[in-house]
């Protein structure tokens, strides 16, 4: 379903504000996960890039999820053989669209997103790294060049990436702005020990910029398709229903759309079948046998926004768990379920749910 792609150019035109004015040449972007950050990058801040005299250069550190670096080394070499060849950046981007796509299938699952083996880059690496940007800068004449770095909070989940995160900080600083950065992530609590802790080399680097949920225009865009390709009339308001079951996600929507053309189902099936394929994919099932009662309990008071720390709740794990309802026994909790990337930690006494889906799971399981 390629051209089913609902394009955002006026989000993309104001990261570009920020990034012209010089307000920063460095921003972020963090949603979680299959909110479609990254075709929004390869889409739409690419198309205005190229409108405006920049080069964008798209690199995902998970290309090797042990070693980020060989990500940026291959993005910055691809992007320097293709000015070479004269073939379109173009081309190289649609590739990468391909690409996401196809990876999106894979993620959601906690073994895919942590290095099992990580590696520190070697300082050849590191010096290659630099030089390649110089020479993509030379090549690039007077165009700017963008990098658009994907899964950048993977920095924050080993040491061994400290270096790397070190020099990836010299190598833009340096460059006075002359090369601008789009970072791109998903899990806020990892964001944020990159971005916020002021040990962090990325501390007060860059300007955290919205990355809204889609919304009305999405939805109308995609009754409009359903209508006009395949003949299929459903309402806004089912479409507004349905979207919000799936966590305003554009990836699990495009699954019930796809569907619904396929098999000819009404959008309650679609709906349904894609639900079911949400709890598989995001391994809910083995997600729930590592918790423990309490953090049910707790998962359960975040997810309505309520204090995991409120005497109503201790009360509530003294009563309902075998362990006391203590604040020791809370915060070991909070930590078990950052550690599985159910929540963030956004700020001192602040959490947010990084898998949606996963309540209305526990829910339909009578856990909570
Ligand atoms: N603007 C959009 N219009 C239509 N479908 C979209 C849009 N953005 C994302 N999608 C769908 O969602 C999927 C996930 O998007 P992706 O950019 O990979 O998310 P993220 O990087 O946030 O995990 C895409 O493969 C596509 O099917
Ligand atoms: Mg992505």
Redesign the pocket.
Known sequence: ?DS?????LELADKYFKILELGISSNIAII??????????VLQDVSTLARKRNFIPVYASLWQNINAPHEGLILALEEAIAAMDKKISINRLLKTKIKK??L??EL?GKVEVEFADNPQKPSNKDLILLDQLLSKLQEKAKNKTIILMI?EVQHLATSPHFNSLTHALRTMLDKRLGKVKAIF?G?SRHFMSLLFNESQSPFYHFVEMVPFPD?GEG?LD?IAVNLQERHNIAVSQKSLAQAFAAVDQ???WM?KVVSHMVTFAGSLKESLGFVLQLIEAAEGFDSIKKKMKPIDYIVFDALSSEKSPFSKELLDKIERETKIRGIYSNVQRSLRRLIEQNLISQVEKGKYRIEKPGFKRYLTEQEHI
């Not at 089913?4 to 955002?8: D, I, L, S, V």
């Not at 949603?31 to 929004?40: E, I, N, V």
Request: hydrophobic share 40%.
């Open positions: 379903m089913w792609y609902f394009p955002r949603a979680p996960r299959r909110k479609g950050k990254t075709l929004f996401t796509s990876g999106n993620i994907d791109i998903s889609l999405f865009f996600s554009p990836y495009m």
